[in-house]
């Protein structure tokens, strides 16, 4: 074989391979067959003259030419696909599909709706939606934006801070009724509390009164819950005390169905960040959607764009 040999579809299979650090996931994602996969690595393997993966029976890593080489092939696809959407927009609108992965509650009870919007405006745009509550590697699992909750480590991704996401302290009228409404901090160590399982802390509380003063309560009780919506149905269901993200009960706060508990004091705001694939910042359509949806999710009720003065 020859440099001739070295398409497009070669080079991109190579890079997910690397990334994802398996043949069989990627003849996956790819609905291909693993045979399939194998022959277009070792194709440009042989076109480029040196082994770019080096194989074991549990993982394939990239040897010190194929890191390299995936580097440079990254930037080579990269302006492939710039060149196309600049060449597309000279004719018609941005087309192609963009990845996003969120945080799963939020995910369905606003970005979904918000993709819905934005797939109106530009109906040549597919979404991949994944929702989930897990950190997922978006370079290894092929995903262009992400939406998260918290503090974030990885510094090798673009971010662009969407605000905070303020929280209540919230019940039911049911709930209230029957084991009586907390007045001050101390009381909520004699309540049912729902809590998260995947938040670090939960066991405990922390307020600041409307004076400034701190407060950190034990919060205990009998659920623990993984899932945002799972823990919206709980509250529903009379079970206990919870800190909710207002996104996350704003509309049965509005309909009665949820109260208000100890509103002088105030729980600590989340971060709500978007990470970027910094090689697919520069792509036109996911340009046009990392805008739509920072323009839209400030319109969400709860989401400040400064951490609040209390």
Known sequence: MDKSDITFERMRTFIRVAERGSLSAVAREFGVGQSTITRH???LEEAVGVPLLSRTTRRVTMTAEGSRYYANSVQILRLVEQASDEARGTRGAPAGTIRISCTAAFGV????RLIFAFQDRHPDIGVDLSLTDER???????????????????S???????GQSRRLLVASPDYLAARGRPVVPSDLSRHEGIRMSNVAGSETLALQGAGGERHTVPFAGRLRIDHGLAARQAMLAARGIAPAHRWLVDDLLA?????????????PSV????LI????????????LVEFLAEQIAAIPGIEKSIPEH
């Open 41 to 43: 690595v070792r194709e």
């Open 109 to 112: 009870l606003h970005v979904s």
């Open 277 to 288: 694939v910094p090689e697919r910042a520069g792509v036109a359509r996911v340009r046009l």
């Open 136 to 154: 997922v590697d978006l370079v290894r699992e092929g995903v262009d934006i992400a939406l998260r909750l918290g503090p974030l480590t990885d």
């Open 271 to 274: 971060p709500l960040n978007m």
């Open 255 to 267: 309909a009665g169905l949820l109260e208000t508990i100890l509103a002088d004091y105030a729980l």
């Open 156 to 162: 090798s991704l673009k971010l662009r801070a969407l």
